[in-house]
């Protein structure tokens, strides 16, 4: 089965700052990877996808994610943090189980807290 | 605004009762699926239906069940509720099962 592992319960960084959050996942094929956002009571929304083609991938908000096979990783990042990115982001793998069925298996999430 | 409509957004009720919670999908999309997102566990995937036939189940308990109508929404429903039983339960939906999910703002279920 899939899993997904956030190992980060909560970062904090300064405004303007550079912000990388971590992402692993455990899936014997080629997985489709998503990161999703949720602001205080609010529904997750996503930020970036990947399907497969270029392992470096753009999104909203100015936020990328790099795709690393050989590490089974998923991170996210921004070059540059703005007080309304601070909220829970959740990293999350789509994959095939049994039966032809298909789900989302979500990592725990990472709380940012952004200081201005 | 995912076009995912969720209701009510808040629910209250008390042990041992049961509730129905209410989902409209995108316009277009025939998947829909429930997550139940609550401190302890996280977000857990439910149930998925796909153009009113059950797809996939994962973590969803025997006194829960779902059902997608011939308009394509949803309903969730939750029996015999338990304090446990409080979270917040989501509904996403898309258009193929590989594509990314859109989620609805959720409902908050508070069991007292």
């Known amino acids: 089965a899939q899993s997904v592992t956030q190992p980060d319960i909560h970062i904090t960084v300064s405004e303007g700052a550079s912000l990388e959050l971590r992402c692993n996942y455990s899936?014997?094929?080629?997985?489709?990877l998503f990161w999703y956002v949720q602001s205080p009571g609010q529904g997750l929304q996503l930020l970036l996808k990947y399907f497969s083609g270029d392992t470096l991938v753009q999104g909203i908000k100015g936020f990328e994610a790099e795709f690393k096979r050989s590490q089974s990783s998923f991170n996210l990042r921004k070059p540059s943090v703005h007080w309304s990115d601070a909220a829970e982001y959740f990293c999350?793998?789509?994959?095939?189980?049994?039966?032809?069925?298909?789900?989302?298996?979500f990592g725990k999430g990472t709380k940012l807290s952004v200081i201005p | 605004d995912s076009g995912v409509t969720q209701t009510p957004k808040h629910l209250i009720t008390a042990t041992g009762q049961r509730v129905t919670l209410r989902c409209s999908p995108r316009?277009?999309?025939?998947?829909v699926y429930w997550y139940q997102q609550s401190l302890d566990q996280g977000l857990q995937f439910l149930i998925q239906y796909y153009n009113g036939e059950e797809r996939a189940k994962g973590n969803i308990l025997e006194r829960f069940s779902a059902q997608q109508f011939p308009d394509l929404h949803s309903e969730l429903n939750l029996s015999s509720l338990e304090l446990g039983d409080s979270a917040l339960y989501f509904c996403a939906s898309s258009t193929q099962d590989y594509n990314e999910q859109f989620f609805g703002p959720g409902t908050r279920l508070t069991v007292l």
């Open positions: 899936y014997g094929a080629t997985p489709y």
């Open positions: 999350a793998v789509g994959a095939y189980s049994g039966a032809g069925s298909y789900q989302l298996t």
């Open positions: 316009s277009g999309d025939l998947s």
